[in-house]
Each structure stands twice: as C-alpha cells, then as structure tokens.
C-alpha cells in the first residue's frame, strides 16, 4: 500500500510497502532518531527553477559540510562548486551525463571522497 502525507504541512512524504499509515509514521521516525546531524552532508543542484535567492538560503543553512553544484561562477555563495560545461545555460544541466568515453561523467569533477570523509 502506498500513504502520503506532508512534512510541516508543506513537504509531501509518500510511503511505500506498509500496511498502514501509523506504520510508516513510526518506520519515519525510527530512521529519523538513527540520524548523525554532526555527520550530515547536504547537496543542491542549481536546477529545476532554483534561485539565486534559493543559493542563499541554502548557503545560510547551519551545516557545515554543504555543497551547492551551480552552472555558474556565484562568487558570493560559499558552498557552491562550478559544474564546468553548462556556463551558458540557465540553469545547470543532467551531472549523471557521461562527458566522455572514460565513464568520466559531469559530478566527478566535484571531490566527493573528500567532502564525505572530511
């Protein structure tokens, strides 16, 4: 079965395989005390009508290990990192494309074992 509901009244959740909604309210919460927030990492992509207002809220945000992926220079966001290849589009673009025949594809020019070991 499948339940929704909205997290503060504005973010939609949408439960699957429980058999009933008090059931995946108590799977939410189980994994929601399980959560590390000294260990969180947050990542935004720059797509999908995000702002530069929406940049700074979310570098404003209290976690200290915070990546914004933009497709162009913000010099006054602190967490963002230029996703080379999308400087002339309005917002950036798929990171999951392969960018050449190695498997290299648009995110790997981010240092990802840096930022999740640090």
């Known amino acids: 079965m499948a339940f929704s509901d909205r997290l503060g009244g504005v973010i939609r ?4 395989h429980y058999n009933s909604f008090d059931e995946a309210v108590d799977a939410w919460k189980r994994r929601c005390r399980r959560i590390h927030w000294d260990n969180v990492r947050i990542v935004l992509v720059e ?4 702002t530069e207002s929406d940049l700074k809220a979310f570098d404003e945000l209290p976690y200290s290990h915070k990546i914004a992926l933009v497709h162009k220079n913000y010099s006054n966001i602190k967490s963002s990192f230029l996703i080379k290849g999308f400087e002339e589009c ?3 673009g ?13 995110y790997d020019q981010f240092h ?3 930022f999740l070991n640090q």
């Open 112 to 114: 990802w074992r840096h």
């Open 13 to 16: 959740l949408h439960f699957l």
């Open 90 to 92: 309005s917002e950036l």
């Open 47 to 50: 797509r999908d009508g995000c």
């Open 94 to 106: 798929n990171v999951m494309t392969f960018v050449n025949s190695l498997g290299r594809k648009h």
